[in-house]
């Protein structure tokens, strides 16, 4: 992964790709939504189709069913409201003639309009023995507003000559006899083989769908999939090109220290420009001549130095220390000077003792210092008092043949200073606090 984006990538880039990526992605799940929506529903289409198909053919039945029932009621009693019955059936309502369209809906529904065909046929076979029925009871009842078309069925000489009740009950036989109901069930038959076809037809339809659906929803699974690969690609990216390299970054600039060059370009560019930057930093300060920046005595940074400090520090991330030693003057003519000297000397050790390496110590007076706490945002006061406590003690510590001393302090967050001169001033006017409440003490430098 490193090797690949040594060079870096531009953000600018990756955000151009991952908009395109994203796009190409939701079409693609739109467009396959749109197509599931579509097979799911030819497949809503195709059993609805087939419900219309079977009804198609049971309607045929049904209609056949009812001439039937219509013909038997009319030989038993002689109703001829059974005999309007029939034939508005069969001549007005199209009941067979209906469901034969219906099934006619081009070569796949073929085999089915076959079988109900016969069916048909049957059926209309069938009406023949139900006409000479039905003129058979005519004769007998001695009807004679009756349909046309059961004028033209014709007696044999033989059933001419029946009585009337024997003519009725020669009726009644044919469309009550096994013969009759043998060709009713030719035509259910060809009724259930007909639906058989009808069934066999959708469940071709439906497996067919049903593949297409399968196939649509392993495309559909594997979008979902890329999508998530996708997101968690766009995460890493950010976060390694991005993110990272920012934290990292912070986690260098607190520690004084230069930033990695790494992510994307922009980010390289930045850390570059802040590198050139920290490199002079370091080397204006590796080169000044120590005895120029430097106080003889004490080996702590003398006024120049601490100027040079004062104009290049981060005053977001800095406390400034002013310490005073209390009655120096007094040391120096009760001991002399080289006695002094040696309290100076003890001050600058002790106070190196207790800050950090990164922490810069100055002396810029006699008795006069300063201490700049760096890269100390996150400092606790308390933290700073326990120092301050600590180099109080070790000073009046007496082992060492030296007089006793004690330190003055005024203490200032450099967030509580507009500007270096100001950050001084807020400093010197904290530690004059001190001064007056009894020396010995020390005082954080408040705005209120």
């Known amino acids: 992964m490193q090797k690949k984006w040594g060079k870096g990538v531009s953000l600018r880039t990756i955000h151009v790709w991952l908009i395109i990526t994203m796009l ?8 396959s939504t749109y197509s599931l929506t579509s097979t799911f529903r030819r497949l ?53 003639e209906e469901a034969i369209s219906q099934m006619d809906l081009g070569p796949q529904t073929e085999p089915a309009l076959k079988q109900l065909q016969e069916a048909m046929d049957n059926s209309v076979s069938l009406m023949d023995r139900e006409y000479y029925a039905m003129r058979l009871v005519i004769e007998a009842k001695g009807y004679t507003d009756y349909p046309e078309i059961l ?29 009759y109901y043998d060709k009713k069930d030719l035509i259910r ?12 037809l959708m469940e071709n339809v439906e497996s067919s769908e049903m593949v297409s659906l399968n196939r649509k929803l392993e495309i559909v699974r594997m979008i979902i999939l890329i999508q998530i690969v996708s997101v968690y690609v766009m995460v890493r990216l950010t976060s390694r090109l ?23 370009n922009e980010f390289r560019y930045l850390a570059q420009a802040y590198n050139k930057m920290y490199a002079r930093y370091k080397s204006s300060l590796e080169n000044l001549n120590f005895k120029a920046s430097h106080d003889e005595l004490t080996g702590a940074y003398n006024r120049s130095g601490y100027e040079l400090l004062l104009s290049s520090i981060d005053l977001e991330t800095t406390y400034m220390m002013l310490l005073d030693v209390d009655n120096f003057k007094g040391i120096n003519d009760t001991y002399g000077h080289d006695m002094g000297d040696k309290v100076l000397k003890k001050l600058v050790q002790v106070l190196k003792s207790v800050f950090r390496d990164d922490d810069c110590i100055c002396r810029i007076g006699g008795d006069e210092f300063v201490v ?34 004690s330190i003055s302090v005024g203490i200032v967050s450099g967030k509580d200073a507009g500007d270096p001169v100001s950050l001084f001033e807020k400093t010197d006017e904290a530690m004059y606090k001190s ?12 705005n209120s």
């Open 24 to 31: 190409a992605i939701s079409g693609i799940v739109v467009y």
């Open 44 to 96: 809503a289409d195709a059993a609805e189709q087939q419900n219309k198909l079977e009804k198609a053919a049971h309607e045929l039945m049904d209609a056949s069913d009812y001439l039937t029932e219509s013909v038997q009621r009319f030989t038993l009693n002689g109703d001829i409201r059974f005999l309007e019955q029939y034939f508005t059936e069969a001549f007005e309502s199209h009941r067979r």
């Open 151 to 179: 004028k033209e069925v014709e007696l044999s000489s033989e059933d001419a000559a029946l009585s009337p009740e024997e003519k009725i009950r020669h009726a009644t036989e044919l469309v009550l006899n096994d013969e």
């Open 189 to 200: 038959k060809d009724m259930r083989e007909s639906i058989k076809e009808v069934d066999k």
């Open 242 to 264: 991005g993110i990272d390299p920012v934290l990292k970054a912070v986690e260098k600039i607190k520690q004084d220290s230069p930033i990695p060059e790494m992510g994307a």
């Open 372 to 405: 700049f706490m760096v890269h100390s945002s996150g400092m606790h006061r308390r933290l700073i008092e326990s120092k301050i406590e600590q180099i109080n003690n070790e000073l009046e510590n007496t082992d060492d043949g030296l007089p006793p001393i």
């Open 435 to 446: 001064k007056k409440q009894g020396k010995h003490t020390y005082t954080f430098y408040s």
